[in-house]
């Protein structure tokens, strides 16, 4: 891999860490742009879903990825033209998720992908593996990490204010399944890289962790932010 021509962040972590909504505060402040690799495979598996494909078929996975009709419209997520948002935030497309990432198949097809979304002024990536494997070059990578009953407390408050049922226990069992399962997986597992910077969001606010980021942005990116 070349090295990057902007400067990137990435952001990595399980489920529930809250790095989706640091990335998005980070790239806004910093007036980059914004990549939520996990709305690409929750998109593949809502995708495939409804085209009734099995989501454990890696080649099928793969083909549909290749061709996945995905556009983004600032924080809308499109498929096929078609707002699914909020279609792939419930549980259900987060465990979809999770086993169509599994495929080392599915991955090839959507890394380049990935990696072109490196534009100008700069970049921040969130994912599992946007430091170990899609930007191994960044000069500033961050991990995520929230103990898993914190992180299936700050789901059961979301879906409540949403007006839907849920069960902590089931939210906790579900989080440590997926956890073990994304950690396990023998393509892009969910690990730190080598030389990213841990960070244990359990006891922080959202505005707490993104100055911690904020101090790190500064210290490596001098020149570009302010």
Known sequence: MTLL???????????GTGKGTLAEALAAHLGWHCLDSGALYR???????????????????????ARLPLGFAGRRVLLDGEDVSDAIRTE??????SRV???????????????????????????RD?????FPLAPLKIFLDASPEVRADRRYKQLKEKGLDASLPDLIRDICERDQRD???????????????????STMSIAEV???????????FPEQVS
């Open 5 to 15: 021509s902007v400067p990137v962040v990435t952001i990595d972590g399980p489920s």
């Open 43 to 65: 998109a593949l598996g809502l995708a495939a879903e409804r085209e009734g494909l099995a989501l454990d078929d890696p080649e099928a996975m793969a083909s549909l990825a």
């Open 92 to 97: 259900r497309a987060g465990m979809a998720a």
């Open 101 to 127: 990432a599994a495929h080392a198949p599915v991955r090839a097809a959507l890394l380049e992908w990935q990696r072109r979304q490196a534009l100008a002024p700069g970049l921040v990536a969130d994912g």
């Open 130 to 134: 946007m430091g170990s494997v899609v």
């Open 183 to 201: 950690r396990s997986r023998a393509t892009a597992p969910l690990r730190p890289a080598t030389d990213a910077i841990m960070l244990d969001s």
């Open 210 to 220: 993104l100055d911690r980021v904020l101090e790190e942005v500064r210290r490596v």
